[in-house]
Nanobody
Framework: EVQVVESGGGLVQAGGSLRLSCAVS????????IGWFRQAPGKEREAVSC????????YYADSVKGRFTISSDNAKNTGYLQMNGLKPEDTAVYYC?????????????????????WGKGTLVTVSS
């Protein structure tokens, strides 16, 4: 059974940091691309970041470049999203997802293709 479980969300002040974790089971993280998406209240879901260990490719939405870093740990079968310099506009439910992609494609965040397996999300709230 495939499972994707996020953790690490919470309340943080603007300028602060959080690290989200994505524990997966039922498949090996080094054979899949892992992505992070977010959905703010009243807004459409958008892609945040993606990593594909098979070819080492990564993707970052323009809005998070230079502030967020995606990574993964094969031994723990876990993906991570380190978020620094958080802004109030980063407030959203963050979802981890996985897809049997060999690489992370590059699209606009709002047009990013959906992935195959999804977690239930973790809420990140950034206060001003």
């Amino acid at each position: 059974e495939v499972q994707v479980v996020e953790s690490g969300g919470g309340l943080v002040q603007a300028g602060g940091s959080l690290r989200l974790s994505c524990a997966v089971s039922g498949f090996s993280i080094d054979e899949y691309a892992i992505g992070w998406f977010r959905q703010a209240p009243g807004k459409e879901r958008e892609a945040v970041s993606c990593i594909a260990r098979r070819d080492g490719s990564t993707y970052y939405a323009d809005s998070v470049k230079g502030r967020f870093t995606i990574s993964s740990d094969n031994a723990k079968n876990t993906g991570y999203l380190q978020m620094n310099g958080l802004k109030p506009e980063d407030t959203a439910v963050y979802y981890c997802a996985a897809a049997a992609w060999a690489y992370c494609p590059h699209y606009r965040a709002s047009d990013y293709p959906a992935m195959h397996y999804w977690g239930k999300g973790t809420l990140v709230t950034v206060s001003s």
